[in-house]
């Protein structure tokens, strides 16, 4: 099979780009990227479809691949692929709006469930670990006041001895 | 027959179309739904008797012979799938008109509801009817735009925040989808999967590998297998009880059929991928079950059981075994009912509460002891305890893992039993905090004004009713258990082997089978 050069740099390009764009945390730029990629696999099945063909009349058969015309399913394909494409994106940017209206920000937002329980634990931990730091004191205290007494034993049974 | 075949996808389209005709009459809307979901119910029970008596049924749309035509192919595994599926959608309708009666006629945008929910059903018995890749996509993006609609009707703010999630996930993994297929159409200059399960049989080992693993990618993001996942809890719990309820029961489950389709059919018996499946079902098990484990709302530790139990599919399809792959069909099928029945009764919990968080719910068995049995029969059986349909499944699948006794096998075994018993944890959890314990106050509803009412003491019948039907469903899978193993036996004969399948297709082709067969 032999591809066009051009057309596979092209894909790699558009699918850098729209990965990249995609990576963003700005709502508009992951949509734009979202394109970029979608536009990189219509591309790419255009490739898969092999080299361009003579133009479907009778009688013409001088494509500059050599003879025979282009194969047509994957151009029927692609079609069906950006009418998707299309209605998806608008749905996309529709959402993308109404985020905008709602908090006037172009940002994704983390998910909120998890965050809180992420603090949730956080916090927890920080108990946990206060409460053992007390526990630790409160078992050194401990510890003094029974060696302490230990020591006024000894100097009572000195005393005593004495 | 072969009239029925076209049916399920046919008569949900044409629904949806007159459904919107009638958008202001919201009773003509209810009852055409429903006539509509039944009469695909009732063509996919006969479809199913027909295959299974026949064998696998073929029909060319358009009179177009296979390799230049688009086919519809039901063998036994989709047929069952179909007939599982077009049963929840017909429950979970019914639930959900059950609450937008109670809730007062909201037009607006539940007007959208009824044609979209038939859209989604024909984008879900098409993807499983479809003999064609590209086909296939087109259901993906019916069903997934679809469920855009129904995941963020209404378009509040936690919907739109999760809704976009959802949405760019979905559709990354439908470009690479794309990807995949024009690749898949440069290796073998053909998109109808019988054609090209014979073509990729030329093609060298290493580029069907790339083929096989992008596709298990692909796929691997809808069934949100590890570590494809994070999109799923994040998005499902936002949506209105019923939508989540379909979400989990079946969207997940689409991909769950795609990958055993694609795997088993496309690139049959391949050493790597079923290592790789092997590891990931392990993983995702496990992980899945240990997410649900923190969580205080009701819904997202029902959504991380999700994720975890899909482990169980890949494993059995890992195994590349008839037994295994008949376990991992039947398990599909549990999973199915016993996710979608739960989710029913979250939403029946949230709205007798008024919260789904577990740390403010409590003592509803007293209040509501008939909720408490709804939830204590699936949740049981979720964790696979006898003699509910989740043991009969994981019986099935474990004797094949054992019985395949490689290392990997037996491993992720073991992880299956962890996990059964973290999931019992998991649901004896929410059983403690949310029925037992003293009655907690009811959560006056946040958000008045969207579709959903909540911190309501009544429960509609046509609700509970259709929960009840949803259990009494589930129980009849233990009752059924043994014809029911058979048939997803004979469905895994007919997986295992591509020939089957190509020769339906493609007749005359001479296959040599390939492959296939136990690993």
Redesign the interface.
């Known amino acids: 099979?032999t591809g066009n050069l051009t057309l596979a740099l092209l894909i790699g390009l558009l699918y850098t780009v729209g990965t990249y764009l995609?990576l963003q945390r700005t709502?508009t730029r992951?949509v734009i990227g979202?394109a970029m990629?979608?536009h990189?696999?219509?591309l790419?099945?255009l490739?898969?479809?092999g080299a361009a063909g003579a133009v479907p009349f009778v009688g013409r058969t001088d494509g500059p691949a050599g003879d025979g015309t282009a194969d047509p399913?994957?151009q029927a394909?692609v079609l069906?692929?950006i009418v998707?494409t299309f209605?998806?994106s608008a749905?996309?940017l529709a959402?993308?709006y109404?985020?905008w209206v709602?908090?006037q920000e172009d940002e994704?937002?983390d998910?909120?469930?998890?965050r809180?329980?992420a603090r949730?634990?956080a916090l927890e931990e920080r108990r946990l670990a206060a409460e053992a730091k007390a526990r630790r004191a409160r078992q050194a205290e401990y510890d003094d006041d029974v060696s302490e007494p230990g020591a006024d034993g000894s100097s009572g049974d000195a005393g005593r001895a004495s | 027959m072969r009239v029925l075949l076209p049916l399920p996808v046919v008569l949900p389209l044409l629904g949806a179309s007159v459904s919107m005709l009638v958008a202001r009459r919201a009773t003509a809307q209810r009852v055409l739904s429903v006539l509509v979901l039944i009469g695909v119910f009732v063509a996919a029970l006969a479809l199913l008797l027909h295959v299974d008596a026949e064998g696998t049924q073929v029909v060319q749309l358009g009179g177009w012979a296979a390799p230049a035509g688009i086919s519809l192919v039901a063998d036994r595994l989709s047929a069952l799938l179909l007939v599982v599926s077009a049963g929840v959608l017909l429950t979970v309708l019914v639930y959900a008109i059950g609450q937008g009666v109670a809730d007062g006629q909201r037009t607006g945008p539940l007007a959208v509801f009824h044609p979209s929910y038939l859209v989604l059903s024909a984008g879900i018995a098409m993807a499983f009817l479809t003999g064609d890749l590209f086909n296939l996509f087109v259901a993906f993006e019916v069903m997934l735009i679809a469920s855009y609609v129904l995941l963020t009707l209404g378009g509040g703010r936690g919907q739109v925040r999760a809704g976009m999630t959802y949405v760019v996930t979905s559709l990354l993994a439908s470009v690479l989808l794309v990807t995949v297929i024009g690749l898949v159409y440069a290796a073998t200059g053909t998109v109808n999967m019988a054609d090209a399960a014979v073509k990729l049989q030329d093609v060298p080992e290493g580029v069907r590998l790339a083929l096989g693993l992008t596709m298990l990618v692909v796929f691997g993001i809808k069934a949100a297998i590890f570590p494809l996942f994070s999109w799923l809890p994040d998005s499902y719990p936002t949506a209105p009880a019923p939508v989540t309820a379909v979400f989990a029961g079946l969207l997940t489950k689409v991909g769950v059929y795609a990958v055993i389709r694609t795997q088993t059919l496309l690139f049959p018996g391949s050493e790597v991928i079923g290592d790789v499946l092997l590891v990931l079902g392990a993983l995702t098990m496990v992980v899945g079950i240990l997410g649900a484990l923190v969580q205080d709302d009701v819904k997202r530790v029902l959504s991380f059981t999700i994720v975890s139990h899909i482990g169980y599919m890949l494993f059995g399809l890992g195994l590349y075994s008839v037994a295994g792959l008949a376990g991992a069909v039947l398990y599909t099928v549990h999973h199915i009912v016993v996710q979608t029945t739960l989710f029913l009764v979250a939403g029946l919990m949230e709205r007798r509460e008024g919260t789904s968080s577990m740390a403010r719910s409590g003592g509803l068995q007293h209040v509501a002891p008939l909720l408490a049995v709804l939830y204590l029969v699936p949740a049981l059986s979720l964790a696979g305890i006898p003699p509910l349909s989740g043991f009969v499944a994981k019986i099935g699948l474990f004797q094949a893992g054992l019985a395949d006794g490689g290392v990997l096998a037996v491993s992720a075994v073991v992880a299956g039993t962890v996990t059964s018993l973290l999931t019992l944890y998991a649901v004896g959890r929410v059983w403690t905090q949310v029925f037992w314990g003293p009655v907690a106050e009811v959560v006056a509803d946040r958000d008045a004004g969207d579709a959903v009412d909540v911190g309501i003491a009544q429960t509609p019948p046509l609700m509970l009713g259709a929960t009840v039907a949803a259990v009494v469903g589930m129980l009849s899978i233990t009752v059924v258990a043994g014809p029911l193993y058979g048939l997803a036996e004979r469905a895994a004969q007919d997986v295992i082997d591509p020939g089957v399948y190509v020769t339906a297709v493609l007749p005359g082709t001479p296959t040599g089978t390939g492959p296939g067969g136990a690993r």
């Open positions: 099979m995609l709502l992951i979202l990629l979608g990189g696999a219509n790419l099945l490739q898969a479809g399913l994957p394909m069906t692929a998707i209605g998806v749905f996309l959402l993308a109404r985020s709602l908090t994704v937002q998910d909120v469930e998890d809180r329980v949730v634990f």
